[in-house]
């Protein structure tokens, strides 16, 4: 079976500090792991991606996470937060194989505040 | 080149109605999945479509239908409307089945009262 947790519904924190995200996941298979944001009233839209290949990814507009299996971690990261960072983000786990094969679970979600 | 586009972009229906929502996909796509997103919630895999057969389906019950056409466009139908199907219905593109990344439409909103 598939699924994510995200360990914090709410994250708020002041412009230029960093910014941490939690996630762990579960997955029968290898997985890949994604992080999406969604700004209000707009479609998901990728930040980042794992699929196997170096366990630190690199995202759009600073974020970074790390895989880390022997912790089913998935954290997403960014040095300095910017105000154009308020929005929801979703982990997502994906598995690599299996019947549910491109079908994508998503997290509850963790909103996020930027104070000025 | 257009991204996932959907229509209509908000809908306020009454219970026990009938809805359509549709969906073209991402240049070069073949594969379509629609998420229900309830508010406050994570996106929930319904269904996807590949070849014009449904691949997979999620836990939603037969009320929910779909359909996609030979030029990979889509509609996802919603029979029998209940208060609780109100929620932001989005359609991902992905370029084939089982490929990992899936590209989101604006989504439709979806009330019903």
């Known amino acids: 079976a598939q699924s994510v947790t995200q360990l914090d519904s709410h994250v708020s924190v002041s412009e230029g500090t960093p910014v941490l995200l939690r996630c762990n996941y579960s997955?029968?298979?290898?997985?890949?792991l994604f992080w999406y944001v969604q700004h209000p009233n707009k479609g998901l839209q990728l930040l980042l991606k794992?699929?196997?290949?170096?366990?630190l990814v690199k995202g759009i507009n600073g974020f970074e996470a790390e895989f880390k299996k022997s912790e089913t971690s998935f954290h997403l990261t960014k040095p300095s937060a910017h105000m154009s960072d308020a929005a929801e983000y979703f982990c997502?786990?994906?598995?690599?194989?299996?019947?549910?094969?491109?079908?994508?679970?998503f997290g509850r979600g963790t909103q996020l505040t930027v104070w000025p | 080149d257009a991204g996932v586009t959907q229509s209509p972009t908000h809908l306020i229906k009454t219970r026990g109605q009938q809805v359509t929502l549709r969906c073209s996909p991402k240049?070069?796509?073949?594969?379509v999945s629609w998420y229900q997103q309830a508010l406050g919630q994570g996106p929930q895999f319904i269904f996807q479509?590949?070849?014009?057969?449904?691949?997979q389906r999620g836990n939603f019950p037969d009320r929910f239908s779909g359909h996609q056409f030979p030029n990979y466009s889509s509609e996802l139908n919603v029979n029998a409307l209940l208060l609780g199907d109100s929620a932001l219905y989005l359609c991902?593109?992905?370029?084939?089945?089982?490929?990992?990344?899936?590209?989101f439409g604006p989504g439709t909103r979806l009330t019903v009262t």
């Open positions: 991902a593109s992905s370029p084939l089945a089982g490929t990992y990344e899936q590209y």
């Open positions: 997955s029968s298979y290898s997985p890949s």
């Open positions: 794992y699929t196997s290949a170096a366990t």
């Open positions: 479509y590949y070849e014009e057969e449904e691949r």
């Open positions: 997502v786990v994906t598995p690599d194989r299996g019947s549910t094969l491109g079908r994508l679970y």
């Open positions: 240049s070069g796509h073949d594969t």
